[in-house]
């Protein structure tokens, strides 16, 4: 009788890691948060609109919508520049500053000529953004410091040209000039056609055009945009260069439809107003991810709301301001949110 044979040891069963199941929840976490950066303040801005037709009847009368978007066009220009500069990792608190001093500039020289005018005041908003720009990208310092130091050095320039404040130049009777801010085109003024234009030029940038690829990329990381030999420097001025720009040609459509005689505090935190409809428009702060359409639906949705406020509640200002900021806030523990989950997702 011959013994069994010795049983022998099976080898372990090796099991394959769930990469797939990662890999799943990673791009089911970045689309969530591209789908809401970039789609979610048009859907509660169509929401917002509907509920207030439907709950305050003279928000939905067409000449109250015209005035809605009249008043949204110059936050929305220079909210258009601010884009780029947050998408690329900045940020530029002088605009407001720019802002003014176009719109003194442009008044100033209007008796001279249109073109000169809408020259000059765009060439000082653009030397101002070009100056920043460099100190930034070639110093390398803080972008907040910086315009930070330009929102100061502005506003005093646009009071030295004043005389303190006292001068208010006026451009009555250069009808040429004035059709920018006055003229209407089915009954929608020329400011709100500028700003879609400024948008819909801004969107093709982006998203289209080799810049708008390296602005994104910078924003998302320098670093790594720096070993990829992409002109990281350069687009960091232009970003500046652009949204001074923007806030110029806010400036000079002001001018254009007041007729000038505007005081030299005008515009003062305008900056934030911009800021802020950039950032509910689902543009990121720390950089890389935002759009143009986001922005737009951000504008439009902090002037409808605050019209809401006047036209339903009969409340102030103050009370504007406050739903404003708390709503900013709600968007950015949002956003934080949203990007924690992201990079939980990519661990």
Request: hydrophobic share 50%; aromatic share 6%; charged share 10%.
């Amino acid at each position: 009788m011959t013994a069994p044979a010795p049983a022998t040891k099976q080898p372990p069963v090796a099991v394959a890691a769930d990469h797939g199941g990662r890999e799943a929840a990673r791009a089911r976490a970045r689309a969530l948060t591209s789908l809401i950066s970039r789609n979610g303040a048009v859907a509660v801005l169509v929401l917002v609109v509907l509920l207030g037709a439907l709950l305050v009847p003279s928000f939905g009368k067409p000449d109250n919508l015209r005035n809605v978007a009249l008043a949204a066009s110059f936050i929305g220009i220079i909210a258009a520049g601010m884009t780029f500069v947050i998408i690329c990792g900045g940020i530029d608190l002088s605009v407001g500053s720019t802002y003014a001093l176009a719109t003194i500039i442009s008044a100033m020289y209007a008796p001279r000529g249109s073109f000169i005018a809408v020259g000059y005041a765009l060439l000082a908003a653009g030397l101002v953004g070009l100056i920043q720009g460099l100190i930034i990208a070639r110093l390398r310092l803080p972008a907040f410091i910086v315009t930070l130091a330009g929102l100061t050095g502005v506003r005093g320039l646009v009071y030295y040209i004043t005389n303190e404040g006292n001068d208010h130049p006026q451009i009555e009777g250069f009808r040429a000039f004035e059709t920018l801010g006055t003229g209407s085109l089915a009954t929608i003024g020329t400011p709100v056609w500028i700003m879609l234009v400024v948008f819909a030029i801004g969107w093709w940038v982006l998203n289209r055009t080799p810049f708008g690829q390296s602005v994104q990329a910078v924003g998302g990381n320098q670093g790594a945009a720096e070993l990829m030999g992409l002109p990281v420097k350069r687009t960091q001025t232009i970003v500046y260069v652009v949204s001074g720009l923007c806030a110029g040609l806010s400036g000079i459509l002001t001018t254009a439809l007041s007729g000038g005689g505007q005081e030299a505090r005008i515009g003062d935190a305008y900056e934030l107003s911009a800021i802020a409809a950039v950032v509910i428009g689902g543009t990121l702060l720390s950089g890389g991810v935002g759009s143009m359409v986001g922005t737009l639906a951000g504008v439009l949705l902090l002037f409808v709301i605050q019209n809401l406020i006047v036209q339903g509640a009969n409340l102030n200002s103050y009370v504007q301001q406050v739903v404003s900021g708390g709503f900013l806030l709600v968007v950015v523990i949002l956003q934080a949110v949203l990007s924690r989950r992201a990079g939980t997702a990519d661990t």
